[in-house]
């Protein structure tokens, strides 16, 4: 006769924690390349010649294809679960603005703020304070864009909300969340 072994219950939560947390680093990678990528290339394209025209074209195409990249990964989220795609790409184009615009700068060959050797590195890492990345693209002419993009992400966060309010008529939208009463006690009128 064949005994029978208990069933140990899987523990899922530490994989969805290591999946959730790869989902972030991949949507902070994604936002941070389809931002500052364009940037790159107009600086590389434009050498030390960087003009308004150049500017332009930084303030147009950048959130452009942040947008592109944010539609693609917002369907691939929701099929993951993942709540905050968009916030999690503006995170990473914030955080990873100073190694972006000091790549910009070596490609263009100038000297983006003065900087050379070590102090190159000194502004990567100093740029993941938001105002050092605000301040330095100013320099870089990627300004308006990285405006563009903060500003409408959170205009897009915000409308997002106040539709899933309004369609819901101003109940919580967590339907699971219900009280411990039973379904047999009488509602008081």
Known sequence: ??????????????????????????????????????????????????????????????????????VVARRFAGRQHFNWPGATMLLGVWLSGGLFMTLAAMASGSNFVGGTGLWRLVVIVVSIIPIVTYVLASYDGSLFALLAITVGGLLICGIRRSCMLWSSNGTPSDAGLETSKSHDEPKAA
């Open 1 to 70: 006769m064949s005994q029978v072994q208990p069933v140990e219950p899987k523990n899922d939560i530490g994989v969805f924690r290591g999946r959730r947390s790869e989902l972030m680093v991949g949507f902070a990678a994604l936002g941070a390349f389809s931002f500052w990528f364009p940037d790159v290339l107009l600086h590389l394209h434009a050498g030390p010649n960087l003009d308004s025209r150049h500017g332009w074209a930084i303030t147009v195409l950048a959130p452009a294809i942040f947008l592109m990249a944010y």
